[in-house]
């Protein structure tokens, strides 16, 4: 990632941020040698983190993912859903490519929090999909807001990029923002028993591409 800014003019490059860089550093990992970036918005206490390897150039056409925080999953090895796989499978195809970037978002649980994604675990041990307990609790199905990630995407240097994603809104949400999606690229790891019911839900009820 570079320092300066980048030369290709963006869409973004004529507006105002509403992200800010706060800090930088190494993070070596099981996968591979990557840099990592710790960003704040500027309209929210939320907080965003960015993973990334090798020089992040607007006019390279670069992989990419918008990751959700899922604590269940990318820290404790939920098998009910894919999230901490696809996570991981995301780093591992940067690492093969030498180049690339996740943004990792704080919006745990499709937005709605850890506890309320645990009240909604409950409901599906009862038999609810996802999309079932979310509306049984008053809750929204998808919460998340993408375009502070594609800010800390721009500000990364970027403008064309290769998004590694089952899920349409997140195509959308980041061209509405000014990003070039050049390629979806399908991010799709073994399914578990568990997660298979999860996984369909998603494809029927939330058309995303499986």
């Given at each position: 990632?570079?320092?300066?800014?980048?030369?290709?003019?963006?869409?973004?490059?004529?507006q105002?941020l509403?992200v800010?860089?706060?800090?930088?550093?190494?993070?070596?990992t099981?996968v591979?040698?990557?840099?990592?970036?710790?960003?704040?918005s500027?309209?929210?206490?939320?907080?965003?983190?960015?993973?990334?390897?090798?020089?992040l150039?607007?006019e390279?056409?670069t992989?990419v993912?918008?990751?959700?925080?899922?604590?269940?999953?990318d820290v404790?090895?939920?098998t009910?859903?894919?999230?901490?796989?696809?996570l991981r499978?995301a780093?591992?195809m940067i690492?093969?490519?030498?180049?690339?970037?996740?943004v990792?978002q704080?919006?745990?649980?499709r937005g709605?929090?850890?506890?309320?994604?645990?009240r909604a675990y409950a409901l599906?041990?009862?038999?609810a999909d996802?999309?079932?307990a979310?509306?049984?609790l008053?809750?929204?199905?998808?919460?998340?807001?993408?375009?502070?990630?594609?800010?800390v995407?721009f500000?990364s240097g970027?403008?064309q990029?290769?998004?590694m994603?089952?899920n349409?809104l997140?195509?959308?949400?980041?061209?509405?923002?000014?990003l070039?999606v050049?390629e979806?690229v399908?991010?799709?790891?073994e399914?578990?028993?568990?997660?298979v019911?999860?996984?369909?839900?998603?494809?029927?009820?939330?058309?995303h591409?499986?």
């Open positions: 990632m570079k320092e300066e800014a980048a030369t290709l003019e963006c869409p973004w490059s004529k105002a509403t800010e860089r706060v800090s930088a550093a190494r993070l070596p099981e591979g040698e990557f840099r990592i970036a710790g960003y704040r500027l309209t929210s206490d939320e907080e965003f983190v960015v993973l990334y390897k090798g020089e150039r607007p390279v056409p992989l993912r918008i990751h959700s925080q899922c604590l269940t999953g404790f090895g939920s009910k859903c894919d999230c901490g796989r696809q499978r780093m591992e690492e093969a490519e030498g180049r690339g970037a996740v990792y704080l919006q745990e649980g709605i929090g850890i506890i309320n994604k645990i599906q041990d009862e038999g996802t999309v079932e979310n509306e049984r008053g809750l929204a199905v998808d919460l998340r807001e993408y375009r502070q990630c594609a800010e995407l500000d970027l403008c990029v290769r998004l994603s089952n349409p997140k195509l959308r949400a980041l061209e509405e923002a000014g070039t050049v979806r399908a991010l799709e790891v399914p578990t028993d568990a997660a019911h999860y996984l369909r839900t998603k494809k029927e009820k939330l058309g591409l499986l």
